[in-house]
């Protein structure tokens, strides 16, 4: 008997790392919302209040059990498209509870959607459709005011009932934002000089090289080492030589003019590692040799660089490799 049951625990155990190898956090999370809501259906009906609308309820539950098990068989493959599809679906119930549920209790369960979805959106999505939906959302909610001017019926001043759960929706929204911006930094980011990691040169080199293509701009690499970097820390200690690497991260960030972990607004640089960076240009092969020759001229180190120009189809990494294959030429 006692193998049994252990082998059940056992065979519950793999099933479970078997579920959470498959799920992702957005696929989770997607299933946590409806799953939320559907909870709180059930919840009227074991707890049913005066003038509940049972058939309604049973129609809403049903919908939010489904919409909780679609992520969890899909997994790491539920699309993002899924996840709006599904907090449309809340914010079309919200809107019927506002509208037409004439109900306390089923206005004030349409009103603390709001946050969780403000949640959702903000972590999960650009800052674009992010802002959009929050925006439309807002809106929506607000003109409850004016198709219901009943709403709560008489709990309190509808006025003040939307304005705190608009208010709480931002804040959750702009928290999540927050911690997303912060997570995003301290991922694609050198802990030491700010300047990009091998993870974010490669996403940030992506979305750059497709910003040069449809502005019709050629893009240049650069591979930087610097110069007697050891007898730098031999002689001024290991601050002196992490003062020149902060300090050259700086002065190429603003010539290159990148702004942000993206580099929206120009070149990005990026550390390899030790004392080799990687600097990536929005300008042809002449353009980025002067940048790095005034920078050079500027500068109080001394470093020494390979410098390509990225072919139309040729991948970052290739011409990375290229650019340091002439800084060891450059080297010797």
Partial sequence: MTDAVVGCVQRLQQLWERFARWQTPFSFVSALIPLLLALVFLSDLVFQHPGIHVNAVLVWTSLYLVAAIIPFVLGHHYPKWAGIGMVALVEVWSSFFLLFGQHPHAELNALLELPV????????????????????????????????????????????????????????????????????????????????????????GAELRLRARRAGDVVSVAVVDFDAFKQLNDSGGHSAGDEALRDSVERWSAAIGMRGIAGHSGGIVARLGGDEFVIVFRLGWEAAQSVLERVQAES??????????????????SAIERADALLYVAKE
């Fill in 300 to 317: 109080p180190y001394s470093w020494s660089w390979g410098l390509v120009t990225v072919g139309a189809t040729e991948e970052l990494e």
């Fill in 117 to 204: 979805i403000a949640l959702y959106v903000g972590w999960f999505y650009s800052s674009v459709i992010a802002r959009v939906f929050m925006g439309l959302s807002i809106l929506r909610v607000g003109s409850a005011l004016l198709w219901n001017p009943e709403l709560g019926h008489g709990l309190g001043s509808p006025t003040i009932m939307v304005s705190y759960a608009v208010l709480i929706a931002l804040f959750c929204f702009e928290g999540a934002r927050a911690v997303r911006r912060q997570g995003e930094t301290q991922a694609y980011t050198d802990p030491l000089t700010h300047a990009l990691n091998r993870r974010g040169l490669l996403d940030a």
